[in-house]
């Protein structure tokens, strides 16, 4: 069995990823996918949640450590996403990996090329909640 990771979610962004998830049309694996994390969730108020966890409209860097390459993500909804622009879907594989990670963390998942990837969390340059913006 793999073993993971618990990941901190505010309660407005369960609601609204479950919105998303469960919109008329979505594709069931979104549903799946968000089961998954809520299975390891631990769920907080916005004002309560840490100021080194990545929530919805958080902008991250993250470093491969393989190599060495260094990217800058911001998780959106899908409607937002934008991935040559580091507007990252958060129902992709590096996106919900992404989304509850704390800073220092290792996150793992596998694109679509098949690769297993992981990355370190290097730095949070965002979060809407630690700037006092609950409603982003």
């Not at 694996?29 to 998954?36: T, W």
């Not at 129902?91 to 998942?109: H, Q, T």
Request: with cysteine; glycine share 6%; hydrophobic share 40%.
């Amino acid at each position: 069995m793999k073993k993971t990771k618990t990941c901190y979610l505010t309660e407005l962004d369960v609601a609204r990823l479950e919105k998303h998830a469960a919109r008329p049309g979505a594709d069931a694996r979104l549903q799946d996918m968000l089961d998954d994390v809520l299975e390891r969730a631990v769920i907080v108020d916005s004002r309560e949640i840490p100021a080194n966890v990545v929530t919805m409209n958080s902008q991250a860097t993250l470093v491969d450590e393989t190599s060495g390459e260094q990217m800058t993500w911001t998780v959106v909804y899908p409607p937002n996403a934008d991935f040559a622009h580091g507007r990252l879907n958060v129902f992709s594989p590096a996106g919900i990996a992404l989304l509850g990670a704390k800073r220092g963390e290792r996150i793992r998942f596998t694109p679509p090329s098949g690769t297993e990837k992981v990355l370190k969390l290097e730095k949070i340059l965002f979060q809407p909640e630690a700037a006092d913006d609950f409603t982003l």
